[in-house]
């Protein structure tokens, strides 16, 4: 005897834990196994695009921390480069030196963020994450000495950062980054052979080289494809040309390799913040910039390697105080585009941790 | 450094190949006939020397009297990159054709621009709105939508 079976279309999120935001994902089901995914966005589109037609290049500074708001201090980064590019305005030196800094902490703590939620959705609750959260918590507390802010920095300005360090940033960053080695020898001790990981994130949800190429994947999501391609490397900015680091790649693209080049890129990280410890110099944080920046008509896209991939401000300038456009090239949304052909004759546990571990921040999916 | 690819130089190295298709050329990049787009792209994605590989993004701005599309494209291979523009004149009925046919990583930016500054791709697989929800009227992101 044959039985009928009628497809079922399960709906997973907008609101829901492993969703990672306000995400909806609409998934076909035969039986258990997912037959057809679509994507559904959204949900929190703010139109940050066009407020920032309407505010001074300044005040867009502020709606940069709403974009990934996990990592806002990159998001301030790539959008002050993108107005120096577009008004020639130069930065004093020990100001890109925290500008790096501060960078690199965010790439830590994002992924951190990453690393431990991806866990929480293999199934290990709760636990792997605290020990994360322990390690982020002093990230956020060093920002908080830096801006007085813990999620939504508003650190960076166009020519510098908005004020020097205090006294006590420094020797609290040299304690930070002498003890995460030590922390980072502990999750993998804890994770990188945990048989439960292997079997979850082992050879589930490849992404080929060819397609991550072709779907424009960036950051780890690339990299885990055995993609070489870090833009501090491929086209330095700020300084980045003056620190030794690796690229760690994966090999396959499956959960596990995305897991593992998170990890490894915690590691290069401290090795960038060791250096630029070592090499910061004294002197003025911030070079004189008018309130009013009045870039020349003319535009420009300045791009940096973000926690989550290449994230780019495109501007326009027409001579007003104001961008006649701002367009950002969020890297969430355009790891996102494979999402389908990943996930697609896998189980609905494993298309939670596949989207899980391609580490979107949906401030940035919508904008 | 990823070296930025001459606008004139690809318009000399083309010209014989597409007549006609390259409108305006300068360093910072070229202008290309929209409807000889997908011909161009298609060559410069494979072609030696250029294999410009991966869309790293396409958006557009609105100017009143026509749209530009910008598309920037790198090669990982050679590390550099050009930046490719287009454009569609009038208010109403803009088409412009789609690339997801060549690179996937169109998808979702083109159906982010159908959506706010409501230029249509055609051949695109699925041209639904990403952002705002069924039956939003206007596209917000054009310069006469008063928010």
Known sequence: MTLKTEPFVLNIGPAHPSTHGVCRLKARLDGEVITDLECVFGYLHRGIEKLAEERTYTGIIPLTDRLDYLAAMSNNLAYCLSVEKLAGITVPERAHYLRVIMAELQRIASHLIAVGAFLNDCGAFMTPILYMLREREKILDLFEMASGQRLTYNYMRIGGVSQDVPEEFLPALTKFVDEMPAHIDEYDRLLAENEILLARAKGVGILPAELAVNISAGGPVLRASGVRWDIRKADPYTIYDRFQFDIPTGTVGDCYDRYRVRVLEMRQSIRILKQALEQIPAGPSRSAVPQLVRPPAGEAYARIEAPKGELGFYLVSDTSIAPYRCHIRAPSLINLTALRDMIVGWKIADAIIIFGSIDICMGEVDR | ?147
């Open chain 2, 1 to 147: 450094m990823t070296q930025t690819l001459s606008g004139k130089d690809i318009a000399a190295k083309l010209e014989t190949q597409f007549p006609g298709s390259i409108l305006e050329s300068s360093e910072a990049g070229i202008l290309v006939n929209s409807q000889t787009l997908v011909k161009l792209a298609a060559y410069l994605k494979t072609a030696s020397g250029f294999e410009l590989d991966y869309l790293n993004y396409v958006t557009a701005v609105d100017y009143y009297d026509y749209f530009e599309l910008v598309y920037l494209f790198t090669s990982l291979k050679h590390n550099h990159s050009l930046v490719v523009k287009t454009r569609c004149y009038g208010r109403e009925n803009l088409t412009v054709p789609s690339l997801v046919s060549l690179y996937r990583g169109a998808d979702y930016q083109e159906r982010e621009i159908n959506d706010l500054l409501g230029i249509k791709f055609e051949g695109h697989p699925n041209l639904r709105p990403i952002f705002l929800w069924e039956g939003f009227e206007g596209h917000p992101l054009r310069k006469d939508f008063l928010a």
